[in-house]
Structures are given as structure tokens and as C-alpha cells.
């Protein structure tokens, strides 16, 4: 599936905003999923939500764990996948990772590319 690199962390004060990206190096051949997910010290990584690759509509067949406040797009001629963040909170803190997997979208284990992950921060 080739490589993903994620940018866009950093820190920022609660309530405040950031924009991830997700490049991919390669176009994906057929549908597979396209998700980030957030790992805080001492937990598990954690679904935010998916798009899907291949699919240039956007926002059309996105799930998201929290709507009111992450919002997941993507350029495809670009290969690359958004999330982006908007009240964040100090508990939204963690590594940021971009995945392509296939089958439940929702678990880690069903993803096989992983990027290297982005630092995010909010302090109170």
C-alpha cells in the first residue's frame, strides 16, 4: 500500500484548532479504509473515524467518532486524507496516527499501513 505521513500536530490551548494530514505515496487500487486514530500514554489507540480510498466524494461515506467537533475529508488527486479539529480539549491529546486497512474500519488490528503519527497537545 506504500507509505503514509502524517502532519500537522502541535500544540495548542483548549478550545483551539488544527488540521492533520494524511499523505499517501501511492493511489490505493480499490476501496480500503482510510482512518486516523489517537493513542494517549498508557492507552490503547483509539478509533476518531475513517474515509475511504478511492472515493472522491467528500465527506461522503465518512464515519466520525465525534462530529460536532472533527471533521474528515480528503483530496484524492492529492492522496491525502484531513482531520480536522476544532475545540479541542486537553483530553483530544496524543499521537495522531493515518491507517489503510480493510474490514471493520472501526479496530486497529483491521488496519496494515500505518504512518509514523503526530504529536498533538492541548493544554488547559
Not at 505515496?25 to 482510510?34: L, M
Not at 461515506?61 to 472533527?70: E, G, H, L, N
Not at 475529508?73 to 475545540?87: A, C, E, H, I, V
Not at 479541542?88 to 480493510?102: F, N, R, T
Request: hydrophobic share 25%; charged share 20%; net charge positive.
Amino acid at each position: 500500500q506504500g507509505q503514509l505521513v502524517e502532519t500537522g500536530g502541535g500544540s495548542v490551548q483548549a478550545g483551539g484548532s488544527l488540521r492533520l494530514s494524511c499523505v499517501s505515496s501511492e493511489y490505493a487500487v480499490g476501496t480500503y479504509c482510510w482512518g486516523w486514530f489517537r493513542q494517549a500514554p498508557g492507552k490503547e489507540r483509539e478509533w476518531i473515524g475513517n474515509s475511504f480510498t478511492g472515493d472522491g466524494k467528500r465527506n461522503s461515506r465518512d464515519s466520525v467518532k465525534d462530529q460536532d467537533r472533527f471533521t474528515i475529508s480528503q483530496d484524492s488527486p492529492k492522496k491525502t486524507l484531513y482531520l480536522q479539529m476544532n475545540g479541542l480539549k486537553p483530553e483530544d491529546s496524543g499521537v495522531y496516527y493515518c491507517a489503510i486497512g480493510s474490514g471493520n474500519c472501526y479496530r486497529a488490528s483491521s488496519y496494515k499501513t500505518w504512518g509514523q503519527g503526530t504529536q498533538v497537545t492541548v493544554s488547559s
